[in-house]
């Protein structure tokens, strides 16, 4: 495997590598295009752009996520992959590059789940080739950009340091914020009730007998009961949903399913035609064989039908769809046999404090008597804010107060046109600003796992970079 080389980027909003910042671009064509967000989403597109011979400015705010951003910045080694590392290539048109980098081979090595802190060290290293093997195109900027604006020539990123960027165009990378505690747990103080469950000090001061309280069964979770687990945990764990229910285990085995065509059914009938199929060739292989399709279907389907997939469908979809690495899902259902966790379905109805942990009442699904239970910590799980008019980002709410930008439909992320160009408060188009990943499900529902953003960013990095199609 090639050695991750060290790299390291101040907190000074000092350039590293590339042209120094107060050098003028003499022409359009050498504006830079200014990336907020330097995860998965950002990195990647930062390079297929230099690799088109674009200048990029990559803004970061977190250099322990630059590069890797939040899912592959993990500290935990026991976190999985949920995806095959056959289909972990960070370029569609090399599917082999992240099983060379890996030095695997073979239909059992590329069948498996790499941790999510390797994957990080793939991303990092290929950020940092880039920066030796493009000739300056790239530079990477420590900071928190809290404004995008246009100008005459293009657009500015304002860093919370007050210092400008200049750039032709802007991305915003910005992916997955940071969800708030719900309602009934909103109260409790910060040492019972944890709202960001992806803190590196989400666990800190928890003794290894205090009672655990995750909100939210689905990936998240899984994660969190690992890392207890990990730590040494030995007191009682609950993942609390309202259905109870947890992601499904990916088979040992590749996958085989061939190519079908797009499904011609919609809504209801869709549904019944999924089930049908399941029961011919297994769930997994109907859902993967939906794939390929899921973006067209997706659009397919006006606001009404999406809105009413997520209330009905979304939690059965998310359970089959985004699958637990074998391993994990063994050591979660041996974790469950031994009583040290149990995953319930039901409502909270309130949280307060008594002799200094968190008394939690619920109440379990199909309603009866309300149940209740001690924690030494409340951890929400419950997912990402996907409402860009929720989150604590002060660059969403700058654009969102000047109007520049506006939720989709669905309040998944940003409203975008098809080229990824954000659309405005009235819904026009800006050329100049565009959105990439999770940002953008509100067009695609299924834009957040690698092999679908890989495709995104290299179609986004063209199309600036003004290759025709
Ligand atoms: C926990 C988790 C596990 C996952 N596991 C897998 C998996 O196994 N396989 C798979 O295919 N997909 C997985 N995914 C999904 C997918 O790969 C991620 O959603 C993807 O990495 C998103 O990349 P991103 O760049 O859009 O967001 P991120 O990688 O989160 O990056 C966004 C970056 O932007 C920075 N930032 C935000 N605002 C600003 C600002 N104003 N100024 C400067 N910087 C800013 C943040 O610090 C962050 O580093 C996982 C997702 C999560 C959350």
Not at 441 to 460: S, T
Request: hydrophobic residues 45%; proline residues 7%.
């Amino acid at each position: 495997m090639a050695r991750l080389q060290e790299f390291d980027v101040d907190e000074g909003d000092r350039p590293v590598g590339g042209q120094a910042m107060n050098a003028r671009p003499d022409t359009f064509a050498e504006q830079p295009v200014l990336i907020v967000g330097g995860g998965f989403s950002g990195t990647l597109l930062a390079i297929n752009l230099t690799r088109l011979g674009v200048p990029v400015v990559l803004f970061e705010r977190d250099q322990a996520s630059l590069a890797k951003g939040l899912a592959f910045g993990t500290r935990c080694p026991e976190h999985l992959l949920n995806v095959r590392a056959s289909n972990m290539s960070a370029f569609h048109d090399d599917p082999g590059h992240f099983l060379r980098w890996m030095g695997l081979s073979g239909a059992e090595q590329c069948n498996r789940f790499v941790s999510r802190l390797t994957y990080g060290q793939y991303l990092r290293e290929l950020l940092v080739g880039s920066l030796g093997s493009t000739a300056g195109r790239l530079t990477v900027r420590a900071g928190d950009v809290v404004d995008l604006t246009e100008t005459a020539q293009g657009v500015s990123a304002v860093l919370a340091s007050g210092e400008s960027v200049a750039g032709r165009a802007g991305v915003l990378a910005l992916g997955h914020s940071a969800p708030r505690l719900p309602g009934p747990c909103a109260s409790l103080p910060p040492s019972l009730g944890w709202a960001d469950p992806w803190h590196p000090q989400a666990l800190a001061g928890l003794g290894p007998d205090g009672g655990v309280l995750l909100l939210g069964t689905g990936l998240t979770a899984i994660d969190l009961i690992i890392s207890l687990d990990r730590a040494g945990h030995r007191g009682p764990i609950v993942a609390l949903s309202r259905r109870g229910l947890i992601s499904r285990a990916h088979w040992p085995a590749g996958p085989d399913c061939e190519p079908v065509p797009a499904p011609t059914a919609r809504g209801a009938a869709l549904v019944r035609a999924v089930r049908v199929r399941a029961a011919q060739i297994g769930w997994r292989k109907a859902i993967d064989e939906l794939r390929p399709h899921t973006q067209a279907l997706w659009r397919a389907h006006d606001a009404r039908a999406q809105g009413s997939f997520l209330r009905h469908l979304r939690p059965y979809w998310d359970v089959h769809r985004h699958r637990l690495a074998p391993e994990i899902a063994a050591r979660i259902a041996g974790l469950q046999a031994e009583g040290r966790l149990a995953v319930v379905a039901g409502r909270l109805v309130d949280a307060t404090v008594k002799d200094g942990a968190a008394l939690i009442h619920w109440r379990p699904r199909g309603g009866g008597t309300v149940a209740s239970l001690e924690a030494a910590r409340v951890i929400n799980c419950i997912g990402p804010e996907s409402d860009i008019t929720q989150a604590h980002q002060p660059l969403l709410q700058a654009l969102l107060t000047r109007g520049a930008i506006r939720p989709d439909a669905r309040r998944l992320g940003i409203d975008v046109d098809p080229q990824l160009c954000v659309r405005d408060h009235l819904g026009a188009p800006n050329a100049r600003i565009h959105a990439v990943g999770p940002l953008t499900k509100g067009i695609g529902w299924e834009v957040i796992a690698v092999p679908d953003i890989r495709v995104q960013v290299r179609a986004l990095a063209r199309q600036l970079a003004g290759v025709k199609a």
